[in-house]
């Protein structure tokens, strides 16, 4: 099974900035695309970004020229730098990963616990 931890989250005030961090672990084979979704109180989740296996990069309207999402492959690990913070980013961050894990030929996504980002106003 393939495990996901995120950290980094935490309290900011308006204009700051943070960086949160993924660990995939486990039996894994490959992983293609990583990415981060978000979820405020009473609210739908949403996509926030992702980034392939090639690099390529995709954004939700509302984080795009603050937000810029990363991989290291050597290291497991996807990264989501948030600058400018606004109080709206407010939400516990989820990230996900299509993984295939050691000798099962299918992929799925897996899930991580989340970590809380709180932005001041």
């Known amino acids: 099974q393939v495990q996901l931890v995120e950290s980094g989250g935490g309290l900011v005030q308006t204009g700051g900035s943070l960086r949160l961090s993924c660990v995939a672990s486990g039996s894994i084979f490959s992983i293609n695309v990583m990415g981060w979704y978000r979820q405020a109180p009473g609210k739908q989740r949403e996509l926030v970004a992702t980034?392939?296996?090639?690099?390529?990069?995709n954004y939700a309207d509302s984080v795009k020229g603050r937000f810029t999402i990363s991989r290291d492959d050597a290291k497991n690990t996807a990264y989501l730098q948030m600058n400018s913070l606004k109080p709206e980013d407010t939400a516990v961050y989820y990230c996900t990963a299509q993984v295939v894990a050691m000798g099962v030929p299918a992929d799925y996504t897996a899930w991580g616990q989340g970590t809380q980002v709180t932005v001041s106003s």
């Open positions: 980034i392939t296996s090639g690099s390529s990069t």
